[in-house]
């Protein structure tokens, strides 16, 4: 067969182009834009973890100290981000990005304003109509895909920063906010934290998010935004619902020590604060470890990486059963902190490499609901069983559960990228 010089790479195989390569769309300006939108979502993501940090307060004043309707909340909060960035992503893919991210920290800003009031159907209104539904729902899914379009060689790098946006706020404000919590209680908390994140959202996006460039001209299915026959030898959407299964497993598993670890370790006799420091601690080495996560896929490849990450989370999730004293569990929670940072982006690079571009305003968003759902349900369920049995261990073993399925998926489509490759190469 020949192959032409103009033809895409078959779906699934990252394509190894040895002419001299066209003049890239990558400028000092794209890694500026990405740089303000990890900021951006470093800020919008802060909220939740107010509830989070706070949990056991929020439950014992508002729920006679039923753990499931704080952690209800931020699933909540997590689930709506999700669904409301399928809209969201139409919404900026036409009228842009800019005025998404404005209207979704206003958003934010009421939905911590009501959730402080206090009754439980405030908190759930507050968290997931306002914070997640056209709050969040603004920024995260919008964010993906315009930062996506300002890169052509090192994407996955760039994926791997801007998606470290919820852990750079998981790092940074749960010290902070269990101080607060302290001082102020969770109430004056949320709405101080609703008017910092306006006073900081609101000016870099009228300032910094601009149109991207325009991308080199795709193949002619891509630009009349056909899709693919197969993927991965599979019909496109088998392939991406695949994917997103996996993504909602292993979320699922994500979520339950982030929302969970400081209550866990006050069960255990540890202070708050020290929850806290190990809470950001676990989110930091997502963070920094991401960085290092995303130069790697830009070598391997969404699916391989994925594979990677997932592997090291379920290993470190397994930890949580059999480690109960702080040196510890700060070990395990670096080790989980390391182990889940590269999922998200390697997903997401993965539907970049696998679908045109002309599709990732729906695709993207659509992973990200349902890897949102997932770390909806996992923070719920991991207060249910806790208040079912009373202790921890049943919700964690669940969490691995869901992980090992997670890694049968991933190792699934792995495979057949490998079948693709090798048929490709005997062509």
């Known amino acids: 067969m020949t192959v032409l010089a103009s033809d895409p790479p078959p779906a699934g195989v990252r394509s190894i182009d040895t002419r001299e390569r066209p003049h890239s769309i990558e400028t000092r300006t794209s890694w500026v834009v990405a740089s303000v939108s990890l900021v951006l979502l470093g800020m919008s993501f802060g909220g939740p973890w107010i509830t989070a940090v706070g949990l056991k307060e929020i439950a014992n004043d508002i729920s006679g100290g039923a753990r499931q309707v704080p952690s209800l909340a931020v699933s909540l909060a997590l689930f709506g981000s999700g669904a409301g960035g399928i809209l969201m992503g139409r919404l900026a893919n036409s009228y842009g990005v800019r005025w998404t991210v404005i209207a979704g920290s206003l958003m934010i800003a009421l939905g911590l304003a009501i959730s402080s009031l206090g009754a439980p159907w405030q908190l759930y209104v507050g968290h997931g109509l306002f914070m997640g539904l056209i709050g969040n729902a603004g920024l995260n899914a919008p964010l993906f895909v315009y930062v996506s379009r300002w890169f052509d060689r090192r994407r996955g790098s760039a994926l791997a ?88 497993l292993c979320c699922v598993t994500m979520s339950m020590p982030q929302q969970h670890l400081v209550a866990f370790c006050s069960d255990l006799g540890i202070s708050p604060t020290v929850g806290a420091a190990m809470l950001s601690l676990l989110l930091g080495m997502g963070f920094f470890s991401r960085q290092a996560w995303g130069w790697l896929s830009d070598r391997l490849g969404g699916l391989l990486t994925a594979m990677l990450s997932s592997l090291m989370q379920c290993a470190a999730m397994s930890g949580f059963l059999f480690t109960q004293d702080p040196v510890g569990l700060f070990t395990v929670a670096t080790a989980f902190g390391i182990g889940f940072s590269a999922l998200i982006p390697a997903y997401v690079l993965t539907i970049r490499d696998l679908y045109p571009m002309s599709e990732a305003h729906w695709r993207v968003p659509t992973l990200l609901l349902f890897s949102g759902s997932g770390m909806a349900a996992g923070g719920w369920l991991a207060g249910y069983l806790y208040d079912i049995y009373g202790y921890y261990t049943p919700a964690f073993a669940t969490g691995v559960a869901f992980n090992v399925a997670n890694i049968a998926i991933l190792f699934m489509l792995l495979m057949r990228q490998r079948m693709t490759m090798t048929v490709v190469t005997a062509r």
């Open 161 to 248: 920063l801007i998606s470290s946006g919820g852990y750079l706020a998981g790092f940074v404000w749960p010290t902070i906010f269990e101080r607060s919590i302290a001082f102020v209680g969770w109430r004056w908390t949320m709405i101080g934290f609703a008017i910092l994140q306006l006073v900081v959202i609101v000016p870099l996006a009228i300032a910094f998010l601009r149109p991207p460039p325009e991308l080199p001209q795709e193949s002619a299915a891509h630009a009349n935004g056909g899709a693919r026959p197969k993927v991965l030898g599979w019909p496109p959407n088998l392939t991406f619902g695949l994917l997103t299964l996996a993504s909602f």
